[in-house]
């Protein structure tokens, strides 16, 4: 599965942005699929997951109420809905899909990442 981020950008708080990541690879539908952010200097965490069927979606608590998970596997896309974007927000966003149709909060058990996409919310 090869996927590829979009959708960044920059925007004031309490501004909205819509991630996709495109996946390539006829496994989509069955992998789960995972978003995570990273800045420099600490560690890639965890923001969403949702399952491969998209009937089970998992937020970190930091984004729960502003973020929203989906997936359209008919196209081989996933999505991020971010509302009330905060300057804490401020990240590179990845997208990943794991072997799995069960989310999990883990980098590590994702093996396909995509390039990543710049997200700069200013107060």
């Known amino acids: 599965v090869q996927l590829q981020a979009s959708g960044g950008g920059s925007v004031q708080t309490g501004g909205s942005l819509r991630l996709s990541c495109a996946a390539s690879?006829?496994?989509?539908?069955?992998?789960?699929v995972g978003w995570f952010r990273q800045v420099p200097g600490k560690e890639r965490e965890f923001v969403s997951g949702?399952?491969?069927?998209?009937?089970?979606?998992n937020h970190a608590d930091s984004v729960k109420g502003r973020f929203a998970i989906s997936r359209e596997n008919a196209k081989n896309t996933a999505y991020l809905e971010m509302n009330r974007l905060q300057p804490e927000d401020t990240a590179i966003y990845y997208c990943?899909?794991?072997?799995?149709?069960?989310?999990?909060?883990?980098?590590?058990?994702?093996?396909?990442w995509g390039q990543g996409t710049l997200v700069t919310v200013s107060s």
């Open positions: 690879g006829r496994t989509f539908s069955s992998n789960a």
């Open positions: 990943a899909a794991r072997g799995s149709p069960f989310v999990s909060t883990s980098a590590t058990s994702y093996a396909y």
């Open positions: 949702i399952s491969s069927s998209g009937s089970m979606t």
